[in-house]
């Protein structure tokens, strides 16, 4: 990594970390995975797929009227497969597919400033900055590909990240130990 690529330096408040990236498709795609209303959405997509499969094999082999007939028709079927499919495609490459059409909005390919230090967490680029304070954090997960910290926002939950190829290898212990400090639930995977 360049050096004027990130900066670390000590202010007034603690202990402050700067880092430069331009995001790539993959973040997007694994933002969405991230996302806790997306993890639910999969979950949900799971179980009415398995409802869904479980019931188009009883009623095609096994349920069966008095003349030993299968009791599903094609209306029936229709509607487990208008039901399923939806499900199936979530499971299948929403987050990707999402991840893909994220990508394609110039704003979010722009090179990204994000800051952590003892006040909060900021994203900042040419077409905006966001912003919270470390307070309203809620809880923060650590995985191979980057740190994402989520702040509560009505029924969901934005997220804020951080690529690890953004990050020098020597300042990643850096990074975890400012997040830790901030926010009380922190995952490792």
Do not use: C
Request: no cysteine.
């Amino acid at each position: 990594m360049a050096e004027e690529n990130h900066a670390t330096g000590v202010t007034d408040t603690g202990l402050r970390l700067a880092y430069d990236f331009v995001p790539e498709r993959s973040d997007y795609v694994a933002v969405l995975r991230a996302m806790p209303t997306m993890r639910a959405v999969t979950v949900l997509s799971w179980l009415v797929l398995a409802v869904v499969l479980t019931l188009a094999v009883l009623m095609s082999y096994f349920l069966v009227d008095r003349d030993g007939e299968p009791v599903a028709d094609r209306t029936d079927l229709m509607i487990l497969l208008v039901l399923g499919v939806p499900a199936a495609l979530i499971l299948l490459g929403y987050s990707r597919l999402g991840g893909h059409a994220a990508w394609r909005k110039p704003a979010n390919r722009e090179p990204v400033r994000a800051v952590l230090d003892a006040d909060g967490f900021s994203h900042a680029g040419p077409s905006g900055s966001q912003s919270f304070r470390w307070p309203i954090a809620s809880r923060a997960r650590e995985t191979t590909e980057a740190y994402y910290v989520y702040v509560p926002n009505g029924l969901f939950s934005l997220v804020y990240w951080l690529p690890k190829r953004a990050v020098p290898v020597d300042e990643q212990v850096l990074v975890r130990a400012q997040i830790q400090a901030h926010v009380g639930r922190y995952k490792l995977r």
